[in-house]
């Protein structure tokens, strides 16, 4: 994919985060085991990323692992790990191909440590592509990332590099894992869900959401332009009312944090 990311997409989409669940949904319908979902689930991620590409989408963010998951059986748990290193075993040279930059958010330092080591070898790789960017939550969790920028600004305020009393939500902002990402545009959650299960809760504050009853393994192609289609349909407001976004100038920006 050739595309130059560095005009914004036509339909006005630069983000793209995906809760990809019903894996194991999928595989019980089949009569397979739980991993056989998961397995077919990560396999998925490289086509959906394809389209995003041609779409023109430069940053996708997936919700791999959340900090809630530990709570699953060991046996399931273990098998996740172990597809997350195969997942960047077989793609980090594809990533390097696409010129796609790979960014982690949550707590990476608690996963297994081969994970760990793909991890950082797969960042190091892909470290200086600015076109496109795949950012992947592991153990992550919305609540847990407040936590860490409220500490992290606490040590600030103590320092005095911070002022607790006029601190705005730009400043604020500079202390979540996404600092220097773009909030979503469009959420998309897949199984029929309808929740956003504590996944970038700030981020998303004005994200249009999308929720599709379709399995992760079975979200292709048409699935994803369809949630594409169904965010352009939409009017985006921001506070506002529609007939003020109707008067604003074509070129004014939307100001989403």
Request: glycine letters at 6%; proline letters at 5%; hydrophobic letters at 40%.
């Amino acid at each position: 994919m050739q595309d130059s990311p560095s005009q914004p997409a036509a339909h006005g989409l630069n983000h793209v985060a995906i809760i990809m669940d019903g894996n194991g949904r999928w595989a019980r319908q089949r009569g397979l085991p739980r991993i056989e979902g998961h397995r077919r689930g990560v396999s998925n991620v490289r086509a959906v990323l394809k389209v995003a590409r041609e779409l023109n989408i430069k940053y996708v963010t997936l919700f791999a692992f959340s900090v809630e998951n530990w709570q699953r059986p060991a046996e399931e748990i273990s098998s996740l790990m172990g597809l997350l290193e195969f997942f960047l075993e077989r793609n980090t040279r594809e990533l390097v191909k696409n010129k796609v930059r790979l960014r982690v958010i949550g707590r990476p330092d608690d996963l297994p440590e081969g994970v760990r080591k793909k991890l950082d070898q797969a960042l190091e790789a892909t470290k200086d592509f600015q076109d496109y960017v795949l950012q992947v939550a592991l153990n992550y969790g919305s609540r847990t990332e407040v936590l860490d920028a409220v500490r992290a600004i606490s040590e600030d305020a103590a320092k005095g590099k911070v002022d607790p009393a006029h601190l705005d939500w730009p400043q604020f902002s500079r202390y979540l894992y996404t600092a220097d990402i773009p909030d979503p545009d469009l959420l998309i959650r897949t199984s029929g869900e309808t929740r956003i299960s504590n996944f970038l809760l700030l981020q998303c504050a004005y994200s249009e959401m999308v929720f599709t009853p379709v399995y992760w393994p079975d979200f292709d192609r048409k699935h994803f332009i369809e949630a594409v289609e169904n965010f352009r349909q939409r009017q985006r407001r921001f506070g506002k009312t529609g007939e003020q976004i109707k008067a604003a100038p074509a070129s004014e920006p939307a100001i989403n944090r």
